[in-house]
Nanobody, 126 residues
Framework: HVQLVESGGGSVQAGGSLRLSCAAS????????MGWFRQAPGKEREGVAG???????RYLASVRGRFTISKDNEKKILYLQMNNLKPEDTGVYYC????????????????????RGQGTQVTVSS
């Protein structure tokens, strides 16, 4: 079965950086869609970044230019490099994967992917 395990969260001051990692196992195809979404207390899940089956990246407007999503197919690890973090980036970050072949996904699609990890907390203080 598909298993996703996130790591790399923590507490930083505004302007700092974190790199989240997601170790994935149990899926067969390298053309899966993968992505990150977050959830802050009392708020809806929010797609942050996604990679479609052709590895094209899409970002939430508020993180574009600050966050970078990437993956290592050989190691089956998904990354989210987060720079210039802001307090509004605080939340639990989840990685997610979907086995369907999809192109031109949007960040809002990511929370609806079939599988997700347990999440890692990111806290940004001002």
């Amino acid at each position: 079965h598909v298993q996703l395990v996130e790591s790399g969260g923590g507490s930083v001051q505004a302007g700092g950086s974190l790199r989240l990692s997601c170790a994935a196992s149990g899926y067969r195809s390298e053309t899966n869609c993968m992505g990150w979404f977050r959830q802050a207390p009392g708020k809806e899940r929010e797609g942050v970044a996604g990679l479609d089956s052709d590895s094209s990246a899409r970002y939430l407007a508020s993180v574009r230019g600050r966050f970078t999503i990437s993956k290592d197919n050989e190691k089956k690890i998904l990354y989210l490099q987060m720079n210039n973090l802001k307090p509004e980036d605080t939340g639990v970050y989840y990685c997610s994967i979907d086995g369907r072949y999809m192109k031109d996904i949007q960040p809002e699609d990511v929370p609806r992917f079939a599988y997700r990890g347990q999440g890692t907390q990111v806290t940004v203080s001002s």
